[in-house]
């Protein structure tokens, strides 16, 4: 175990040390990300019987704009996708939520520039959707939760960079409504994802 740790300490040293001084600031840039992941998703229930949520695959992108030294704006949209079963393991269909996110991040000005830790929060617009295992699709309420997340950024090089996120959404339950029932689902979840971000100037 000492062993892994010291050599993930090493390869992390390395990482960070390696060239040149380039992106300590996206002040005044406006960036594209691309990002994918995992969703640990809330359980819900449905006809008095709780559901126990997968973990999910999550994908998506948005746009990113330094407003100073500090803060940035992001706007992002993801797509994640989980299925759900009963306590005896029986299939109880598949949700989806396609995520709205909107927030502001706090940008942490290290004396490694290359490498930006950040953190943020703000508001999401969860639309959701539900099928059943018999294939009925049902009707799934729209929420507004808030959302927030760590992160870090690497640039290799000035206008790209690698980026890892951790994100936990709070969001309160919505009615399901089907043709063959009733129930309630929770949108609230913790996500990972990694990624990339291209600046444009």
Do not use: W
């Amino acid at each position: 175990m000492k062993k892994i740790v010291f050599l993930a300490s090493l390869v992390l040293m390395l990482a960070v040390g390696s060239g040149s001084a380039l992106a300590d600031s996206i002040k005044g840039r406006l960036g594209v990300t691309g990002r994918i992941g995992f969703l640990l998703p809330a359980d819900s229930d449905f006809e008095n019987l709780k559901l126990e949520s997968d973990a999910g695959f999550l994908g998506g992108g948005g746009f990113i704009y330094g407003i100073t030294d500090n803060l940035a704006a992001e706007i992002d949209v993801t797509r994640s996708e989980f299925g759900t079963n009963r306590v005896d393991g029986r299939d109880e269909g598949d949700f989806g939520i396609t995520n709205i996110s909107l927030g502001v991040q706090y940008r942490f000005l290290i004396p490694q520039p290359k490498l930006v830790p950040y953190a943020g929060a703000g508001l999401d617009i969860l639309v959701s959707d539900y099928k059943r295992p018999n294939g009925f699709n049902a009707d799934v309420d729209t929420t507004v939760g808030v959302h927030i997340c760590g992160g870090i950024d690497y640039f290799f090089m000035k206008q790209l960079a690698l980026n890892a996120e951790i994100k936990g959404i709070v969001a309160p339950q919505v009615d399901i409504h089907a043709p063959d029932g009733s129930g309630n689902f929770d949108p609230s979840g913790v996500s990972g994802t990694v990624g990339i971000r291209f600046f444009f100037n």
